[in-house]
């Protein structure tokens, strides 16, 4: 696990204090837990494993909203009606 938050995170961004990493690391934790895919996991984010992939949507309904986490370095996609 260490090697994924140093490749993913601490190699791109400039750390400048102790609260900076606290909160740095606290959102790309809650972003790697929650919405990240795993590939050992079936392409499921941890959160969830116990209940199973979210039902299919048809994206055709929906727009698309991006939402950067961490400046943009990476980003979660969801459906706004």
Not at 9 to 36: K, P
Not at 57 to 71: E, G, M, Q, S, T
């Amino acid at each position: 696990m260490i090697g994924t938050p140093r490749r993913e995170l601490l190699d791109r961004v400039l750390i400048v204090n102790e609260r900076h990493l606290h909160r740095v690391v606290t959102v790309y934790l809650s972003h790697f837990n929650a919405c990240r895919p795993h590939r050992s996991l079936a392409q499921l984010a941890p959160a969830q494993v116990e209940s199973g992939p979210p039902e299919p949507i048809n994206l055709a309904d929906y727009k698309v909203r991006r939402r950067p986490i961490l400046r943009g370095l990476t980003s979660e996609y969801h459906g706004a009606a």
